[in-house]
């Protein structure tokens, strides 16, 4: 047992979800932040539970081959770039083992070959979406920056290597209108004030980008004198207002305001314009996003005969995306603004053979599905949050019996879980390709290919809907 502030020699030996080394020493587990895998460091025990210790690494003896000085003043206390301490090529090392890890230990997939990870050439300033936590002064000013690792402790910043240039120019206008405007930063133990975080989104496409302060209430004082500073930045295309009242960690309330300017920014993906709201979900890396909707479209096989599901769709990018090879894309998000968005995408494209539905994938994919049984399913996209398919969701995805699954996911744990679900199924992995989204940060990116295994029936059988008509209009060749 340790006690705090005991110093502990350690070797890591693999990095946790959130960016902590983890060691071992005397059968404990020590989660050690700045440190890396292959480091060995002089520990501070900072809290000393039962079979496991958080500590903090206080002196490098032996760095990892990969450590590197980072460049960014706020690296090891920010919460956001977890690998800084690693040369880039370490860092997709790592995510390329997380990934073969979890598909062999988790999936239990011992011979599945997963692809070497698709990284970026120029891994900085790749982000188009900034959030900053603002709360109480410290000193002066009003905080604003990010948080630290596992707390709500800001850390001030001014700027971040991992966003677009000159988004610096907007937090200093946000900053000076709080001084300006008596506009009170939130604080998170009271629950007063009134500004609780700067989003911006910039479309790298296009240059436009939208600010959005959430704020804990539906009036800000002397909105115009912030519009005003921000218009001088260029590319500010509008600011928004979201209201979030709740005593919460989710940013975003369900209320957007519009003060000035566009609410939503224009981007283009290959070929395909999207107007995005601060409301809806959008990958923040174009780059790779790029590749990793032509994997998805690689990987989906369309001829144009195909009917696709898009599930979990956000703004509708990859049924767009897929839209022009398939006969027919079906688009399931929960996001109401997110399909506002993906309906009026599909309009500005010229696109008319997609549809999209809001609610939850496993409600409205079964129900829709039991109401038409002969809408069929030729090919389903999932791309669902960090927790995986919904288990129903994977049940009725299995009893429509798609000739293929493409899996994106941003967590290789649940994907692992699911491919295993699916697997049993009767789908066989073809292919597992990750691609790095998040150069700095721990999370990876990945997409899987699932095939049908031929004369296979879905073993999914508890569903509460009727799949037999479905079936039976199937076999009737529909
Ligand atoms: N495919 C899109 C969005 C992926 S992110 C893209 O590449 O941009 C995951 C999306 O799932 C988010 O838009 C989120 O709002 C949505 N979501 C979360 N839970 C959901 C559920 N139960 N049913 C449908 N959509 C859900």
Redesign the pocket.
């Known amino acids: 047992m340790f006690s705090k502030n005991q110093i502990v020699p350690v070797t890591i030996e693999d990095i946790s979800d959130t960016g902590e080394g983890i060691g071992h020493v005397d059968g404990f587990t020590l989660f050690v932040s700045r440190a890396v895998p292959g480091d060995t460091v002089r520990a501070r025990i900072l809290k000393a539970k039962k079979t496991y210790a958080i500590a903090k690494a206080e002196e490098i003896i032996t760095p990892a081959p990969g450590r590197v000085t980072p460049e960014c003043p706020v690296a090891g206390s920010c919460g956001g770039c977890q690998l800084s301490f690693l040369s880039y090529e370490s860092q997709l090392a790592l995510k390329q083992k997380k990934v073969e890890d979890c598909i062999r230990r988790i999936g239990g997939f011992a011979d599945i070959t997963v692809q070497p990870i698709i990284g970026m050439d120029e891994p900085r300033a790749y982000r188009n979406k900034g959030q900053f936590p603002v709360g109480p002064a410290q000193g002066s000013e009003a905080a604003i920056g990010f948080y630290a690792g596992h707390s709500h402790r800001i850390v001030p910043t001014s700027c971040c290597g991992m966003l677009w240039p000159g988004h610096e120019e907007i937090l200093s206008a946000v900053r000076e209108y709080l001084a300006e405007s008596g506009a009170a930063p939130y604080d998170e133990e009271t629950g007063r004030g009134l500004v609780r975080h700067v989003l911006m989104r910039k479309g790298f496409a296009t240059g436009e980008i939208v600010v959005c302060l959430v704020s804990n209430g539906t009036k800000i004082p002397a909105p115009e004198t912030l519009w005003e500073r921000l218009q001088k930045v260029k590319g500010v295309v509008g600011l928004c207002l979201n209201v979030n009242r709740e005593k919460t960690n989710v940013i975003l309330g369900d209320r957007l305001i519009p003060l000035f300017g566009k609410a939503s920014v224009t981007d283009r993906i290959g070929d395909v314009q999207f107007e995005i709201s601060p409301m809806s979900?959008?990958?923040v890396n174009p780059v790779q996003t790029k590749v990793l909707y032509d994997t998805a479209l690689a990987y989906a096989g369309l001829t144009g005969e195909e009917t696709v599901w898009?599930?979990?769709?956000?703004?509708g990018?990859?049924s767009l995306f897929l839209a022009k090879a398939a006969k027919k894309v079906y688009g399931?998000?929960?996001?109401p603004e997110?399909i506002e968005n993906a309906n009026a995408n599909a309009r500005k494209n010229g696109i008319e053979n997609a549809e999209f539905y809001v609610g939850?994938?496993?409600e409205v994919f079964p129900r829709l599905v039991k109401e038409n049984p002969a809408i069929g399913a030729d090919v389903i996209v999932v791309?669902?949050?960090r927790k995986g398919c919904?288990e129903k969701l994977l049940a009725t995805m299995l009893a429509m019996a798609p000739e293929r699954i493409v899996y994106?996911s941003c967590d290789p744990a649940t994907l692992a879980r699911d491919l295993k679900i699916l697997c049993a199924g009767g789908y066989r992995i073809d292919r597992v390709q990750p691609v790095d989204q998040f150069p700095g940060s721990v999370h990876v990116e990945c997409v899987s290919l699932l095939q049908r295994m031929s004369n296979s029936q879905s073993k999914a059988i508890t569903l509460d809907v009727d799949m037999e008509d479905y079936h039976r209009i199937k076999s009737e060749g529909r």
């Open positions: 979900f959008y990958q898009d599930l979990y769709c956000g703004i990018t990859i399931v998000e929960i996001v997110a939850a994938a496993e791309d669902p949050p919904d994106v």
